[in-house]
């Protein structure tokens, strides 16, 4: 046997339990958090601080699964918050209703979905709405395959296309904003289950097109580029950036980005306490993760709205496209939240 013994885990032994005391050095408390993978940068970011701050008392897991899946989890109680990526839709907040899971809907940044192709495509860098539509429709699935069928002055090349998964909230975003109706699209397309995934793709291949977040189009401007987007009102293609989101005019994929919270679970110190370091450290964050912080009162008001524990949602389950910032908060301002 060996002379010397390492006791860095002691095994006690006490009423028919055994019991080890690396696992006793402080109880740790947690936050469980899944959905989108948009909004995935922004609370990782703020999660990191906390945890920081809290000394390894709190544990914040953040997990992606999309927003409709972390919707599903969030109405079945088995996390605390959901990042999403769009508003709680009629059938989630029924879920949730017939759950008895209320909540507190909190914006926190907004975003610029933006279209990607890769650098060597020197064609179709604006592109107006209409043929993004055209491209992407379900009428397009099998029919629209090369881009010169798009406009005749482009290659006859075929269009190699990316996209979300169908839980995905950007997916749900973009097919209302381009194409008029949600979880409608042409299905032959490689769908990627993260927005690091879309990257990889579009940058993998010169005739690739997909959409994705702007934080991830602004981490690879080596690797993809983004799209000026026309939408039909006069003043021509317009790129995703912070003037162009802010002034309202990147349209209409700018979109607002949510966490919601379980009123049950924001009972827990620990929840409690992380809203209100996430609101209150939020603008800096934001732009340090590269999306777009709301105004210094807007985070404010959510955070009264909060305290306050006013549930439901000021969308009433239909998703709102071409929001700009000021709207989003002229309306978490003046409306009163639906109580379900």
């Known amino acids: 046997m060996p002379k010397s013994y390492n006791f860095k885990v002691i095994i006690l032994f006490f ?13 740790q408390s947690m936050v469980k958090i899944d959905g989108s993978s948009t909004v995935y940068p922004i609370t990782q970011a703020i999660a990191d601080q906390f945890q920081e701050v809290k000394k390894g008392t709190v544990q914040v897991t953040v997990a992606v699964s999309g927003s409709g899946g972390g919707f599903r989890k969030f109405c079945r109680g088995e996390i605390d918050i959901v990042n999403a990526s769009r508003p709680i839709l009629k059938n989630e ?12 809907e909190i914006p ?13 495509n ?64 042409r299905a032959d397309f490689t769908r990627s289950e993260d927005d690091t995934g ?14 994705l977040g702007f934080a991830y189009y602004i981490e690879n401007q ?7 987007i026309d939408n039909g009102n006069g003043q021509g293609a ?43 450290n939020a603008l800096l964050l934001v732009k340090e993760t590269h999306f777009f912080p709301l105004p210094p009162r807007a985070y404010t008001t959510m955070l009264g709205h909060f305290n306050k524990k006013r549930a439901g949602t000021v969308f009433n389950g239909v998703p709102v496209i071409g929001l700009t910032i000021d709207e989003l908060i002229r309306r978490e301002e003046r409306l009163q939240y639906e109580n379900y």
């Not at 907040?93 to 507190?104: A, I």
């Open 222 to 228: 080596d690797k993809v580029t983004a799209v000026a």
């Open 93 to 104: 907040m029924k879920e949730c209703k017939n759950t008895g899971v209320q909540y507190v």
């Open 238 to 280: 317009v790129l995703p950036s912070v003037e162009t989101v802010e002034d309202g005019s990147y349209q209409p994929l700018s979109r607002p980005m949510f966490i919601y919270v379980s009123l049950k679970a924001a009972e827990k110190p620990e929840v409690k306490e992380f809203v209100e370091f996430y609101l209150k």
């Open 198 to 211: 879309l990257v990889r793709a579009v940058a993998g291949d010169k005739n690739g097109l997909g959409f």
């Open 122 to 185: 020197t064609w179709s860098r604006a592109m107006t709405v209409a043929q993004l539509k055209r491209i992407w429709e379900p009428a397009a699935e099998g029919k629209i395959t090369h881009w010169n069928q798009i406009d005749s002055a482009w290659p006859a090349e075929a269009i190699k296309l990316f996209g979300p998964a169908r839980d995905s909230g950007t997916y749900d975003y973009f097919t209302e904003a381009v194409i008029g109706k949600t979880k409608s699209s």
């Open 108 to 120: 926190v940044a907004f975003d610029a979905l933006t279209v990607a192709i890769h650098p060597g």
């Open 15 to 27: 009423s028919g339990f055994w019991i080890s005391t690396a696992g006793m050095a402080h109880a």
